[in-house]
């Protein structure tokens, strides 16, 4: 059961960098897609759920924040969940600074919906290990 959760945890961040992808090709996840994807893809280990989890689930200000769905929390912390990651091409794929502001709505509201999903997922996985 554990594997499903993680591998559901990285297909719904894949998804969440393929929006990033579509309107920022030149963008470290547009660019770097194809890694990450097989990363993800291929992942079966919980690296990066657990990285997400460390760095999201102890911080009570950004589960506030991404459950509320404030624009703040992607044009200021989102790029520190995986800002130190030494697993490239992890590092810094949550990023929203520079875009965040140019997206539209829609892909703004997709990507919350991703955010919060990933939120749950790492819970539910942190509590069940």
Do not use: H
Not at 77 to 100: H, Q, R, S
Request: with cysteine.
């Amino acid at each position: 059961m554990s594997s499903k959760k993680v591998a559901s945890f990285n297909n719904i961040l894949l998804k969440l960098c393929k929006i990033v992808k579509k309107e920022y090709p030149n963008s470290l996840v547009g660019s770097n897609y194809s890694a990450i994807e097989s990363k993800l893809l291929n992942s079966e280990n919980d690296n990066i759920l657990l990285t997400f989890a460390n760095n999201v689930l102890v911080n009570d200000t950004y589960v506030e924040q991404i459950e509320k769905g404030n624009d703040k929390f992607f044009t200021d912390n989102a790029a520190k969940i995986f800002g130190d990651e030494t697993i490239l091409p992890m590092k810094n794929i949550l990023d929203f600074t520079e875009m965040w502001r140019d997206l539209k709505t829609s892909e703004k509201n997709k990507i919350k919906s991703y955010l919060k999903l990933l939120l749950k997922l790492a819970s539910k996985y942190i509590n069940e290990n």
